[in-house]
């Protein structure tokens, strides 16, 4: 086996991505193929449990793998071959009627649904602890700042009830996020499905039993050469991305005058003394990388044909990187705001006191964040 390229030495927070892993992409293209022999076994009205078992992602040749991906431009070609032999006399049964695309685009589509369920597990834990946050600094006095330079007073319950409200819009928008199967066939039409199954309606069976199988959403029709279902998913990860950015933003700021200071760490190799925002400046640095790679989905969704030269492929590492910085920032979000140390004298000591009608103000806004959490997030997900 080859030795990983990435194991995290430039990845602070690699560990909380590996949900979008090359071992987790792996697992879910064999996930598909076993669905759709499952699949295929509905619509022939046989027992397709057998065969299903003997596909083994464990079992898989890694070296041989990636050779083929390198001489086939895509895995799935040796990945085939592979399964094929676990299979031994039913290996015709295996990828029946599919194209790679199918393969790909679903598996993604299931990576994507694991990475971000658990950023939105995440959330709802940075979320209870901005709530409590919010609530217990709700009075004290605080500069709000526009353009860089002080504007009014507030009080930092405001501006953390902000940082609130931005997780709650990505819980909404995980939420609404949409995982269809992609089943079309070669170039779409479901022909092969049809002609070996000899039905008329095999594609739309076939589709609905594999998206059944997978968990995943019924889309009723192929989807390869409209990629709004790709680009739907990564904007929900880029908005992750983006609110816990601008929180690590906020947290750095609030750093250099000891307002808003991690509980420990952040050493560093020639200060001694430091004690830097480990957490801000990954979700800062997190935020700003999520911006190139849905650029590059955007573009590439400017694609041709029914399966395009080089644009679909420039999806795989974008689409996956993208998951993966929304997996890690909604980690690392979670534990930044729950080791967040707090000065009050910090936040107040050039701080004109706000009057009582600023603080009902920022009460007001407290209240509402913390409301609007709530009712995005079940009590399994809050605190007990």
Known sequence: MADPFDWGLLEPAGQSGMAASDDAVLEALVDVERALVLAWADLDGTDGEALAALLDSSAVDRDALLAGVRADGVPVVALVEQL?????????????GATSQDIVDSALMLVSRGALGGARHQLAEAGNALGALAQRERMTPYVARTLSQAAEPTTLGAAMAAWLDAVSSSVAAVDAAA???QLGGAVGTGEAFERLSGRADAPWALRASLAEHLGLADPGRAWHTDRAPVLAVAAAAAQVCATAGRVGRDLALGARDGTLLPDSGGASSAMPHKRNPVDAVILTANGLRAAGLIATLHAAALSSDARPAGEWHAEWQAWRGLLRLAAESAAVLAHAVSHLVVS??????????????????????VDAAVARFVALTPETERPQ
């Not at 094929?84 to 029946?96: D, I, K, L, S």
Request: glycine share 6%; no cysteine; aromatic share 2%.
């Open 179 to 181: 995982f269809p199967v």
């Open 84 to 96: 094929r032999v676990q299979a031994g006399e039913q290996a015709a049964n295996v990828h029946r």
């Open 344 to 365: 009050a004298p910090a936040a107040t000591a050039s701080t004109a006191p706000a009057s009582d009608v600023a603080v009902a103000a920022a009460g007001t806004v």
